[in-house]
T-cell receptor, first 115, second 117 residues
Framework: AQKVTQAQTEISVVEKEDVTLDCVYETRDTTYYLFWYKQPPSGELVFLIRRNSFDEQNEISGRYSWNFQKSTSSFNFTITASQVVDSAVYFCALSERNGGFKTIFGAGTRLFVKA | DTGVSQDPRHKITKRGQNVTFRCDPI?????LYWYRQTLGQGPEFLTY????????KSRLLSDRFSAERPKGSFSTLEIQRTEQGDSAMYLC???????????????FGPGTRLTVL
């Protein structure tokens, strides 16, 4: 069965600190896709990244980086030099090639970045 | 290039009333999804359309819920005889994939927040 666990409910950091958001997933499919979305206070989910199960290369985009490790079923997200505008709820999500068209989301991690 | 739009943004209704929400996907997207999000939780999948065909429905979608996408463009989600437990944010997402496979990136609208009194 599909499952996504984001164990950190809330994280609070001071501006310019680095922060890592954890994501652990469960799937029986060999082909699957992992996503991260950001939900700022305005409420709209903003797509950040998509990664397929065959691509374990880490990715960096500006201050954002993602660490995908199939051995531990984890897809962690790091924000370097955090800024107040990074304050939001971040969701990790999973979609399986053979699991229908639904995407399963974790419960989210609320990040507070204080000035 | 406009994103996904949803109308209304907020809806307050009394228990037992019917409500209808509209979603306009990104214009070239053939796939459309509805999700429900309650406070402190991630979005939960409700249903999926490929063009005008409703191909997948969650068990969360009770008989009081119905969704349509009549011409493969906009979609409506109707809730009949609303209950207080229906209070949530209803999110619409769209994507474009001609391969027939799952796993493409979904782009979300701003949501419709429903409050049932």
């Amino acid at each position: 069965a599909q499952k996504v666990t984001q164990a950190q409910t809330e994280i609070s950091v001071v501006e310019k600190e680095d922060v890592t958001l954890d994501c652990v997933y469960e799937t029986r499919d060999t082909t699957y896709y992992l996503f991260w979305y950001k939900q700022p206070p305005s409420g709209e989910l903003v797509f950040l990244i998509r990664r397929n199960s065959f691509d374990e290369q880490n990715e960096i985009s500006g201050r954002y980086s993602w660490n995908f490790q199939k051995s531990t079923s984890s897809f962690n997200f790091t924000i370097t030099a955090s800024q107040v505008v990074d304050s939001a709820v971040y969701f990790c999500a999973l979609s399986e090639r053979n699991g229908g068209f639904k995407t399963i989301f974790g419960a989210g991690t609320r990040l507070f970045v204080k000035a | 290039d406009t994103g996904v739009s949803q109308d209304p943004r907020h809806k307050i209704t009394k228990r037992g009333q019917n409500v209808t929400f509209r979603c306009d996907p990104i214009s070239e997207h053939n796939r459309l999804y509805w999700y429900r999000q309650t406070l402190g939780q991630g979005p939960e999948f409700l249903t999926y359309f490929q063009n005008e065909a409703q191909l997948e429905k969650s068990r969360l979608l009770s008989d009081r819920f119905s969704a349509e996408r009549p011409k493969g463009s906009f979609s409506t989600l109707e809730i009949q005889r609303t209950e207080q437990g229906d209070s949530a944010m209803y999110l619409c997402a769209s994507s474009s994939d001609l391969s027939g496979r799952a796993g493409d990136t979904q782009y979300f609208g701003p949501g419709t927040r429903l409050t049932v009194l």
